[in-house]
């Protein structure tokens, strides 16, 4: 159940905050 709560929280955000997902994730990378 989590798990599918999970999924659909990730993919909102990737279709919200693609560009800001990426920035952040090579920023936390970096």
């Known amino acids: ?3 599918h709560k ?3 929280t990730l ?3 990737n ?3 693609a ?3 990426t920035q ?3 920023k ?3």
């Open 15 to 17: 279709k919200g905050q």
């Open 28 to 30: 936390t990378k970096t």
């Open 6 to 8: 999970h999924k659909g």
């Open 19 to 21: 560009k800001d997902s």
């Open 11 to 13: 993919q909102k955000e």
């Open 1 to 3: 159940m989590a798990f």
């Open 24 to 26: 952040t994730k090579r």
